[in-house]
């Protein structure tokens, strides 16, 4: 069923945007796409990572607990994995998704339109800054 099938209630919306803030930090960013390549230990992802243990597993516990990650125990260890196939398809289409966008910015940094626009910009800051003085 498609978003637009029906009216979304408020309530909805507000867990829908839990879901979106619990990926909104880049060290959990980092951490899936660490998982991409299957279970691992906080040790070892913190490692991959470049942060400290216990900034992982504070991460790991949001993530978890917004249903992004599962973990399961391998004696005294925790293990941590990507929760279903959707977390690493959501993460390529937003992916695709930037890259686009990166590349159309590309282009317009490089375009006579973004040039001409460049040259124009620090002479109006210039003088709104004296305005303000």
């Known amino acids: 069923m498609s978003p637009r099938d029906e009216a979304m209630p408020p ?10 803030k619990a ?3 880049p060290v959990r960013l980092s951490v899936l796409n660490a998982l991409f390549e299957g279970e691992k230990a906080v040790g070892h992802l913190a490692e991959e990572v470049g942060s400290s243990i216990a900034n992982v597993s504070k991460h790991l516990a949001v993530l978890h607990a917004a249903g992004w990650v599962r973990r399961t125990r391998d004696g005294t260890s925790m293990l941590y994995s990507l929760a279903d196939d ?6 390529e289409l937003m992916c695709a998704r930037v890259r686009e966008r990166a590349a159309k910015e590309a282009e317009f940094a490089q375009s006579p339109v973004a040039a001409a626009t460049a040259r124009k910009a620090p002479a109006g800051r210039a003088a709104k800054s004296s305005r303000a003085r």
């Open 23 to 25: 990926l909104s930090d």
């Open 86 to 91: 959707r977390t690493a398809a959501l993460c």
């Open 11 to 20: 309530a909805f919306l507000e867990r829908v945007a839990e879901q979106f």
